[in-house]
């Protein structure tokens, strides 16, 4: 199941420990390629369609910011459909598959990614006629997925959500908003620890403005706790954001902003 791939490859020695690989060479990327884009051609580090931004050594494996930028305006004839973020060294590479579509206006989107060791991390862009593209970084982080968990996040607050907008709303223009929800969004492997507790971690967001698609994605613990959403939508009059988070333990939690023209929105 490509949203949910597990993969393991041994480590092997180097008089040069982890230096930079060729990318295209990598065995857990290998299989992942295989499995989920077959031999369908992927244009590589196209920066006219799509450009990755991290720090390629990260202090804390654990929350890594990372920010996928698309090139090219969100239209109804060329737009960019699905976005791929994969850490080819995760227990599941395929952090996120976040999907987009016209009211986007523009694909950005930014989060915190955990990396158990080094390695490549990959946004392939899917356009909608199937165009393939991708941009890659290696990264020097290790740890992230397997550090034991911190305090959990209280009952009462678990799946609250807080919208950010820093410009004041402009109607048929591309809004930047960010959603950040309060979940422990637990790592299988950490949760290994304790051979009685059931991990739970996100899987899906979905977001609409005025019923219609913006955003949505499917997630896991490749994202750090408490993860944070950043992201385009295009208002195109007054209206209602609507975002629903599932988790693991089938948990719904959902939430919903005014949007108006004028003054920045946040709420909390």
């Known amino acids: 199941y490509k949203r949910q791939l597990l993969t393991c490859a041994p480590l092997v020695a180097s008089a040069n420990p982890n230096p930079e690989p060729d990318h295209t060479k990598i065995p857990e990327w290998q299989v992942i390629r295989n499995l989920m884009f077959g031999d369908r051609e992927i244009n590589p580090d196209d920066r006219d369609v799509v450009r ?120 048929d223009q591309p809004q930047l908003i960010q959603l950040q929800v309060r979940h422990p969004n637990e790592s299988a492997l950490a949760s290994d620890l304790d051979p009685d507790h059931v991990p739970q971690f996100i899987r899906s967001v979905e977001v609409n403005y005025n019923d219609k698609p913006v955003m949505s994605g499917e997630v896991n613990f490749s994202l750090s706790d408490n993860p944070v959403f950043r992201f385009y939508f295009v208002p195109r009059a007054e209206g209602e954001l609507n975002v629903k988070v599932e988790d693991t333990h089938d948990s719904v939690f959902s939430q919903s902003m005014r949007i108006s023209e004028g003054e920045p929105t946040e709420t909390q």
């Open 52 to 171: 990755l931004y991290l720090n390629t050594r990260a202090d804390d494996a654990a929350t890594v910011p990372v920010m996928i930028n698309g090139q090219i305006d969100q239209t109804s004839n060329d737009y960019i459909k699905t976005l791929y973020v994969i850490v080819d060294g995760n227990p599941i590479p395929t952090a996120g598959i976040f999907h987009f579509t016209p009211e986007s206006g523009r694909v950005k989107m930014e989060t915190r990614l955990r990396f158990e060791k080094y390695s490549f991390v990959r946004a392939v862009a899917e356009l909608n006629d199937g165009r393939l593209y991708m941009s890659q970084r290696w990264v020097k982080a290790a740890g992230g997925c397997s550090a034991p968990m911190g305090k959990n996040v209280a009952a009462a607050s678990m799946g609250k959500m807080r919208f950010r907008m820093d410009d004041a709303v402009a109607y």
